[in-house]
């Protein structure tokens, strides 16, 4: 069975860093590209960052970019999202997520097969 577990979410103050971690198990993604998603309250899940199979590139979302940094290590099977400067509309339940079947990035939930449970980050201003 394929999981992906995150973890390193909680209430942080603005201007404030949190680390988030995502450990997959059952299979491993070291060939596929990853990602981080996040759904804001009241708002649809949206794109926040990528990182190709080898880690040689990166994608971010304009919201997020200067700010955030994704990593991975493929030896662990772990991807990481570094988050400084968090501001409030940062506040969302974050998700990690894998593709399985092709190498290409996509910045769209809908072509990510597999999907951590999501964990929360809460901003205060």
């Known amino acids: 069975q394929v999981q992906l577990v995150e973890s390193g979410g909680g209430l942080v103050q603005a201007g404030g860093s949190l680390r988030l971690s995502c450990a997959a198990s059952?299979?491993?993604?070291?060939?596929?590209?990853m990602g981080w998603f996040r759904q804001p309250p009241g708002k649809e899940r949206e794109f926040v960052a990528a990182?190709?199979?080898?880690?040689?590139?990166?994608f971010y979302a304009d919201s997020v970019k200067g700010r955030f940094t994704i990593s991975r290590d493929n030896a662990k099977n772990t991807v990481d999202l570094q988050m400084n400067s968090l501001k409030p509309e940062d506040t969302a339940v974050y998700y990690c997520?894998?593709?399985?079947?092709?190498?290409?990035?996509?910045?769209?939930?809908?072509?990510?097969?597999?999907w951590g449970q999501g964990t929360q980050v809460t901003v205060s201003s």
């Open positions: 997520a894998a593709r399985g079947t092709t190498y290409r990035v996509s910045y769209s939930d809908r072509e990510y097969e597999y």
């Open positions: 059952g299979r491993t993604f070291s060939n596929y590209p």
């Open positions: 990182i190709r199979w080898s880690g040689s590139s990166t």
